[in-house]
């Protein structure tokens, strides 16, 4: 059960395989455990997820919006020294997420 400290908040986030990395972010009300299926690429790519704050293992630290939530998978990649990664998104949330990854990162 891995933690990372991330912008102030305590992150539970899971990393399997190697490869090309995936960050998977679960839609509201759900944990990285939907991501269950996705796992099974891990003899190609790196899958990683992680709970959103207040989901999961992770705390209700600070706000929980979608700047955070993006805030929040940046700052898991540089604690994992993961420079670039591809993101796998559930549907309700792909819009609004990507958006302001793109806007305030560019580099993902």
Same mark, same amino acid.
């Given at each position: 059960?891995?933690?990372?400290? &991330?912008? !102030?908040? @305590?992150?539970?986030?899971?990393? &399997? !395989?190697?490869? &090309?990395? =995936? &960050? ?7 944990? !990285?455990? @939907?991501? $269950?299926?996705?796992? %099974?690429? *891990?003899?190609?790519? *790196?899958?990683? #997820?992680?709970?959103? *704050?207040?989901?999961?293992?992770? /705390?209700? %630290? ?19 020294? =993961?420079? /670039?990664?591809? @993101? !796998?998104?559930? %549907?309700? =949330? /792909?819009?609004? #997420? $990507?958006? *302001? @990854? ?5 580099? =993902?």
């Amino acid at each position: 059960m891995p933690m990372a400290t &991330v912008n !102030g908040a @305590v992150l539970h986030y899971d990393s &399997v !395989g190697t490869g &090309v990395p =995936i &960050v998977f972010i679960h839609p509201p009300l759900l944990t !990285g455990e @939907v991501f $269950v299926f996705q796992r %099974e690429l *891990r003899d190609r790519f *790196r899958i990683i #997820t992680f709970d959103v *704050r207040g989901h999961g293992l992770t /705390k209700p %630290e600070g706000a929980i919006t979608y700047a955070a939530i993006a805030a929040d998978m940046v700052g898991l990649l540089d604690a994992l020294n =993961i420079p /670039k990664a591809y @993101v !796998g998104l559930a %549907e309700q =949330i /792909k819009n609004s #997420t $990507v958006t *302001r @990854v793109w806007r305030l990162f560019c580099r =993902i």
